[in-house]
């Protein structure tokens, strides 16, 4: 069994920060992709953020330049640092991950539960 547990959200006035963790868990022989995604009310769940095993990132323009995504292979975790944030980045944030399982044959989707991020004076 392989889960994905993120931590680290909560209430913060504009232009606070955050730093979001998600944790993998379980027999697990490697990570590749690991991704931030949030979920605004009544919306779609939309892509934050990419990162590679070997730390390529990629970060969605409305988050470029505020938001930090980095990981520690070593964890099994990925990190998501949001320094001046907005109140239209309120939304829950969910990890996402492409994980081989120790007795797999090939990476699967594996997803949070999700981390409520409410941005507000």
């Known amino acids: 069994q392989v889960q994905l547990a993120e931590s680290g959200g909560g209430l913060v006035q504009p232009g606070g920060s955050l730093r979001l963790s998600c944790a993998a868990s379980?027999?697990?022989?490697?990570?590749?992709?690991m991704r931030w995604y949030r979920q605004l009310p009544g919306e779609q769940r939309e892509s934050v953020a990419t990162i590679s095993r070997d730390g390529i990132t990629y970060c969605d323009d409305s988050v470029k330049g505020r938001f930090t995504i980095s990981r520690d292979n070593a964890k099994n975790t990925a990190y998501l640092q949001m320094n001046s944030l907005k109140p239209e980045d309120t939304a829950v944030y969910y990890c996402?991950?492409?994980?081989?399982?120790?007795?797999?044959?090939?990476?699967?989707?594996?997803w949070g539960q999700g981390t409520q991020v409410t941005v507000s004076s």
């Open positions: 996402n991950a492409d994980i081989w399982r120790l007795y797999g044959d090939t990476y699967s989707s594996h």
């Open positions: 379980g027999v697990i022989r490697r990570i590749n992709l």
